[in-house]
């Protein structure tokens, strides 16, 4: 067992409604609306992008290759991300390749800096899939005019 991470597309009034909610009555929402593949929202690499136990680490090397002024990378760090960040998050990161990742992966400083699971991973195919969610759930939120919830359970 471990801890996931998924990218909910949803829209900004959602998402507004959501920040308002406290923690029980956000995960029953998520619950109601995205856990079952019966509900009619759940769709993946639509308004759901799953990841496994490498979300960590791909957030974590994604966010050192952000040379933007505002480190707009540092919002995957949160749980809402409104449509106007959403697209900005987007553009960075739509041309970062695996190659990319791979460059500046160092397992002892994501150690050091307590990255969940990179002790354990260094597989590329791995991250990969992680880094093609991110960008997936982005592209799919910025063409869609919508904002992403990331939530780890």
């Known amino acids: 067992m471990g801890i996931v991470c ?7 009034k959602k998402i507004e ?5 406290n923690k029980d009555d956000f995960e029953e929402f998520l619950d109601n609306e995205f856990d079952s593949i019966n509900e ?3 769709e993946e690499d639509e308004t759901i992008f799953p990841m496994s ?4 680490i791909t957030k974590y090397l994604l966010q050192k290759l952000d040379f933007t002024n505002e480190k707009i990378l540092l919002e995957l760090n949160k749980t809402f991300i409104k449509f106007e960040k959403t697209v900005r998050i987007y553009n960075v ?6 190659n990319d990742l791979m460059s500046i992966y160092n397992r ?3 150690i050091e800096n307590d990255v969940y699971r990179s002790e354990m991973i260094k597989n ?3 991250i990969n899939h992680h880094l093609k ?10 063409d869609l005019k919508d904002g992403i919830v990331i939530y780890y359970y």
């Open 108 to 110: 002892e400083e994501m």
């Open 133 to 142: 969610a991110f960008q997936k759930g982005f592209k799919k939120a910025s």
């Open 93 to 98: 990161i739509k041309n970062i390749d695996i």
């Open 53 to 56: 136990k490498g979300w960590d």
């Open 124 to 126: 590329k195919d791995f």
């Open 17 to 21: 409604k959501l920040m308002t909610m």
């Open 40 to 42: 009619k929202t759940y």
């Open 6 to 12: 998924e990218l909910y597309r949803l829209s900004d």
